[in-house]
């Protein structure tokens, strides 16, 4: 490869040529009519149904499942880079509103399933076909209390393209059209992000966070009344559901108790002075401040060499990273940079941050970047890649079976960014290098086991605050500057400067009560890679990519049976912050060699 060559954008063309496929019209065609033939044969029928047609229905579910997804998918990732495109987002919500309206002749199916004594199931899955179905229907039973009416049903699934799907459309138009003024210059929101954090003086990082902090004040009204609504209308379903919590919800997807996720929390958050406030202490003393200013907190160290990468020189360290670790892995990873599966550059209109989107089981991932060559944008790749090569290892699940846990999905990409930066650090021989190198690291874990976790928090005191009240731009904001302020610390100064930027993180409003799993993956992959340093289990990498092919349809504590690992203890916990710990040891031990 050229060292020159652009970095690529991705192909849509494996799912549909064009918005203007024709196939397209024939695929919406056949999705409506293969429900309303589903509705004629199936509803009302279900008890009576044998083991043999109970497969059948499954069968057709599935497939039209598939054909929605894809539809779904295609209009959705032709919208991600250009959400400033009228024509890109209105095919995508045609496309939403005609497969919404098509699927509530589908609604009636679990509900009736639901209504099934076990003995129904038990006799139908003695059909060794049916029993590869087992993990969809142990989602759809674990649901059984929290399921409405008919009626109720399909009434809030045709609200929801009006309702909760309509102001995250708006809040993802709105945040793709930000312009922010830097000098003589604008810049879409990667950019301002990118020169906050890593510009390279501090004038120039206090200008960017500045404006950054300042476009947000000015629309704070509409991402404030968006983000009540969104809370509005989560609580309004709860409710009628009877979840205990607003993140009973999404725990119960997840399939872990509430208790869990509160003691992970709460055990995160317990060491927030420990780890968190010590690593922000020395990074201070490094920068030979007093206090950091929070944007201060992924800033290169002095004696970093900020080394930049071309992309193909980040594709070629992250594959070999990845093919260290294992062969087969590197095989599967392959495929992403052959087949142009990756859009790469930040440009206007296209959604920030990055992500790995599976359409369906049946079909590649696309993974969608905003590289600017830095350090982190190389763990970055490594992270989504892990997304990636995660979803090619399941494909043998089946698509209903294969709706994983957010929890489970974090663990690959976490996992792919550990290799790489340890190969980053077995290639550093200097001193200084090594201990910038580590710095850089446990800020990026502090960043998705502890930043996270205070994220997880300002959801939490959010929502049960709106429960007396729409709430004011000014109160999200205290929230976010005190939750911040716990996490980081006395050695970093959070006030009005950054105050305003909470609508930054669309997690709170896409995919509420999401932010969780990156913490809960950060500390499961960091107790799982200290099992594989000690180098105890034979065959480690075969067994992890076993482990990564199950996450959607098997428990927790056996999948890391073969590890030796329970997740139900504290110990497990305790596990993966240590390894943080250990390294903020060897920070503090390098620094006094260095530094003192």
Same mark, same amino acid.
């Given at each position: 490869?050229?060292?020159?060559?652009?970095?690529?954008?991705?192909?849509?063309?494996?799912?549909?040529?064009?918005?203007?496929?024709?196939?397209?019209?024939?695929?919406?065609?056949?999705?409506?009519?293969?429900?309303?033939?589903?509705?004629?044969?199936?509803?009302?029928?279900?008890?009576?149904?044998?083991?043999?047609?109970?497969?059948?229905?499954?069968?057709?579910?599935?497939?039209?499942?598939?054909?929605? !997804?894809? &539809?779904?998918?295609?209009?959705?990732?032709?919208?991600?880079?250009?959400?400033?495109?009228?024509?890109?987002?209105?095919?995508? =919500?045609?496309?939403?509103?005609? &497969?919404?309206?098509?699927?509530?002749?589908?609604?009636?199916?679990?509900?009736?399933?639901?209504?099934?004594?076990?003995?129904?199931?038990?006799?139908?899955?003695?059909?060794?076909?049916?029993?590869?179905?087992?993990?969809? #229907?142990?989602?759809?039973?674990?649901?059984?209390?929290?399921?409405?009416?008919?009626?109720?049903?399909?009434?809030? #699934?045709?609200?929801?393209?009006?309702?909760?799907?309509?102001?995250?459309?708006?809040?993802?138009?709105?945040?793709?059209?930000?312009?922010?003024?830097?000098?003589?210059?604008? /810049?879409?929101?990667?950019?301002?992000?990118?020169?906050?954090?890593?510009?390279?003086?501090?004038?120039?990082?206090?200008?960017?966070?500045?404006?950054?902090?300042?476009?947000?004040?000015?629309?704070?009204?509409?991402?404030?009344?968006?983000?009540?609504?969104?809370? $509005?209308? $989560?609580?309004?379903?709860?409710?009628?559901?009877?979840?205990?919590?607003?993140?009973?919800?999404?725990? $119960?997807?997840?399939?872990?108790?509430?208790?869990?996720?509160?003691?992970?929390?709460?055990?995160?958050?317990?060491?927030?002075?420990?780890?968190?406030?010590?690593?922000?202490?020395?990074?201070?003393?490094?920068?030979?401040?007093? =206090?950091?200013?929070?944007?201060?907190?992924?800033?290169?160290?002095?004696?970093?060499?900020?080394?930049?990468?071309?992309?193909?020189?980040?594709?070629?360290?992250?594959?070999?990273?990845?093919?260290?670790?294992?062969?087969?892995?590197?095989?599967?990873?392959?495929?992403?940079?052959?087949?142009?599966? +990756?859009?790469?550059?930040?440009?206007?209109?296209?959604?920030?941050?990055?992500? /790995?989107?599976?359409?369906?089981?049946?079909?590649?991932?696309?993974?969608?970047?905003?590289?600017?060559? !830095?350090?982190?944008?190389?763990?970055?790749?490594?992270?989504?890649?892990?997304?990636? /090569?995660?979803?090619?290892?399941?494909?043998?699940?089946?698509?209903?079976?294969?709706?994983?846990?957010?929890?489970?999905?974090?663990?690959?990409?976490?996992?792919?960014?550990? #290799?790489?930066?340890?190969?980053?650090?077995?290639?550093?021989?200097?001193?200084?290098?090594?201990?910038?190198?580590?710095?850089?690291?446990?800020?990026?874990?502090?960043?998705?086991?502890?930043?996270?976790?205070?994220?997880?928090?300002?959801?939490?005191?959010?929502?049960?605050?709106?429960?007396?009240?729409?709430?004011?731009?000014?109160?999200?904001?205290? +929230?976010?500057?005190?939750?911040?302020?716990?996490?980081?610390?006395?050695?970093?100064?959070?006030?009005?400067?950054?105050?305003?930027?909470?609508?930054?993180?669309?997690?709170?409003?896409?995919?509420?009560?999401?932010?969780?799993?990156?913490?809960?993956?950060? /500390?499961?992959?960091?107790?799982?890679? =200290?099992?594989?340093?000690?180098? =105890?289990?034979?065959?480690?990498?075969?067994?992890?990519?076993?482990?990564?092919?199950?996450?959607?349809?098997?428990?927790?504590?056996?999948?890391?049976?073969?590890?030796?690992?329970?997740?139900?203890?504290?110990?497990?916990?305790?596990?993966?912050?240590?390894?943080?710990?250990?390294?903020?040891?060897?920070?503090?031990?390098?620094?006094?060699?260095?530094?003192?």
């Amino acid at each position: 490869m050229s060292e020159k060559q652009t970095p690529p954008s991705w192909d849509l063309s494996d799912v549909y040529a064009s918005p203007t496929d024709p196939k397209i019209k024939v695929d919406l065609e056949a999705f409506e009519k293969n429900l309303a033939l589903f509705e004629q044969k199936y509803k009302g029928k279900l008890a009576d149904l044998s083991a043999t047609e109970f497969l059948n229905a499954l069968h057709e579910l599935e497939q039209n499942t598939i054909l929605g !997804r894809r &539809l779904s998918g295609f209009a959705y990732l032709n919208m991600a880079t250009q959400m400033d495109n009228p024509k890109a987002t209105s095919f995508y =919500q045609d496309i939403s509103e005609t &497969l919404t309206a098509a699927s509530k002749k589908e609604v009636f199916f679990t509900l009736e399933l639901n209504k099934l004594p076990e003995s129904t199931l038990e006799k139908w899955l003695e059909n060794q076909e049916v029993a590869t179905y087992t993990p969809w #229907l142990k989602r759809v039973r674990r649901f059984k209390d929290n399921q409405l009416s008919e009626p109720e049903e399909t009434l809030l #699934l045709e609200k929801a393209i009006t309702s909760s799907n309509a102001w995250v459309r708006l809040y993802e138009e709105t945040s793709s059209r930000l312009i922010f003024p830097l000098g003589d210059k604008t /810049c879409n929101e990667a950019e301002i992000t990118h020169t906050s954090l890593f510009g390279a003086t501090d004038e120039e990082r206090t200008k960017a966070s500045e404006v950054m902090n300042q476009v947000y004040k000015e629309n704070a009204p509409l991402f404030t009344f968006i983000y009540n609504m969104i809370i $509005k209308d $989560k609580a309004i379903e709860d409710e009628k559901r009877g979840f205990e919590h607003p993140y009973s919800e999404r725990n $119960k997807s997840e399939d872990v108790p509430d208790k869990m996720v509160d003691a992970l929390a709460e055990t995160v958050k317990a060491h927030y002075q420990t780890i968190s406030h010590r690593y922000y202490k020395l990074k201070a003393k490094w920068l030979n401040k007093e =206090q950091l200013n929070y944007w201060d907190r992924s800033v290169p160290l002095p004696f970093d060499s900020a080394k930049t990468y071309s992309w193909e020189e980040a594709s070629r360290f992250v594959l070999d990273a990845y093919e260290e670790f294992s062969p087969k892995l590197r095989a599967i990873a392959d495929d992403f940079f052959t087949h142009n599966w +990756i859009d790469v550059p930040p440009k206007q209109g296209k959604r920030a941050g990055a992500f /790995c989107s599976p359409i369906t089981t049946h079909d590649h991932p696309y993974l969608l970047l905003n590289f600017m060559g !830095r350090q982190n944008d190389v763990l970055t790749l490594a992270h989504e890649l892990g997304h990636g /090569c995660h979803h090619q290892l399941r494909v043998n699940n089946g698509e209903l079976n294969e709706r994983s846990r957010m929890t489970s999905e974090e663990i690959a990409s976490v996992f792919g960014e550990m #290799l790489t930066f340890q190969k980053l650090l077995k290639e550093t021989t200097d001193d200084r290098q090594r201990m910038a190198l580590i710095a850089s690291k446990v800020g990026d874990m502090l960043a998705t086991a502890f930043r996270q976790i205070a994220f997880f928090f300002f959801e939490k005191r959010a929502h049960e605050a709106r429960k007396n009240g729409e709430l004011s731009a000014e109160t999200l904001s205290k +929230i976010w500057v005190e939750e911040l302020r716990a996490y980081m610390g006395p050695a970093v100064v959070i006030d009005e400067r950054s105050a305003a930027i909470w609508p930054h993180v669309g997690h709170f409003f896409f995919l509420p009560f999401y932010v969780y799993a990156y913490s809960f993956a950060d /500390c499961f992959v960091n107790s799982l890679y =200290q099992v594989y340093q000690e180098g =105890q289990i034979s065959d480690f990498p075969d067994k992890y990519l076993a482990l990564l092919s199950q996450t959607a349809i098997g428990d927790y504590d056996k999948l890391l049976k073969p590890f030796g690992l329970d997740p139900n203890t504290p110990d497990f916990w305790n596990k993966g912050l240590n390894l943080i710990s250990h390294y903020l040891d060897e920070l503090e031990s390098l620094d006094k060699k260095l530094l003192d």
